[in-house]
């Protein structure tokens, strides 16, 4: 029997009706794809937003270092290092120590071992929250202090024991700096590269773990060559 699909023009009152109450049950029943698909834009937007943030979060204070005048990155002292570093501290327990640029605080807790008073200052916010919690773990919090601060901006007069492991680009400008600051009894050390033209008091170790002690006086004496 053969249907008769032609469009229909009967508008009589009953048809029409009809007609409006199947749109209104369709309005209501079938999904609504527009506000579907605008709430999975929505959803990834906000996940590149966070995604971005936490990459940033992480990345930015490991990387704006490299936009500083002095670039100094975080490159951690080795365990022969750290020993080097340690034997130069012995019978100095109670002293006060500062590590500038102190990374993720290994040699401010190997310093606090030693008996130490020890302060770590470092620019990137995430190293200083490892370290102190890190010395937490480790029992030393009693004797180690972690500041977020640039180490220029660092005060030397208030220790008895200068730590930095720097870079070469850096060491005339820190020389100046202990010239001013350093107390006549302290002691800097140097850890893998040492203070250009100032004979040391001492040196220990070899290749990238040597470590150089300086007196102020040794420091005072390479100006007066100069
Ligand atoms: C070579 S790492 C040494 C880390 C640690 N002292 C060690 O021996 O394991 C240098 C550290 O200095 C930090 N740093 C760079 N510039 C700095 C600045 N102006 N003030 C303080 N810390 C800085 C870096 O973020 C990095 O953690």
């Not at 071992?113 to 020890?118: D, M, N, P």
């Not at 030393?140 to 208030?158: Q, Y």
């Not at 730590?163 to 100046?176: A, E, I, N, R, T």
């Not at 470590?211 to 007066?224: F, G, P």
Request: charge should be positive; hydrophobic fraction near 40%; charged fraction near 20%.
């Amino acid at each position: 029997m053969a249907h008769n699909l032609a469009p229909t023009h009967d508008t009589s009152p009953s048809r029409l009706s009809a007609a409006l109450d199947f749109e209104s049950l369709g309005s209501s029943h079938l999904p609504n794809s527009s506000n579907h698909s605008s709430r999975r834009g929505a959803f990834v937007v906000g996940t590149c937003v966070v995604t971005c943030a936490v990459i940033g979060g992480v990345l930015i204070p490991f990387l704006s270092p490299a936009f500083r005048k002095i670039v100094l990155p975080y490159v951690p002292a080795t365990d022969v290092q750290t020993r080097n570093v340690c034997s130069v501290l012995k019978g100095r327990a109670g002293q006060r120590l500062v590590d500038l640029g102190s990374g993720d605080g290994r040699l401010v807790s190997a310093a606090a071992e030693e008996g130490l008073i020890a302060t770590g200052v470092e620019l990137n916010y995430g190293l200083v929250l490892y370290s102190r919690l890190d010395s937490l773990r480790k029992g030393f919090w009693k004797r180690t202090n972690f500041i977020r601060r640039d180490l220029f901006k660092t005060n030397l007069s208030n220790y008895d024991v200068i730590v930095l492991f720097g870079v070469p680009s850096m060491m005339d400008l820190v020389k100046q700096k202990l010239l001013v600051e350093m107390r006549p009894d302290a002691m800097f050390v140097a850890c893998r590269f040492p203070l250009p033209n100032v004979k040391p008091s001492a040196q220990l170790g070899s290749g990238i773990d040597t470590v150089w002690v300086y007196s102020r006086s040794d420091i005072q004496k390479s100006l007066s060559k100069a």
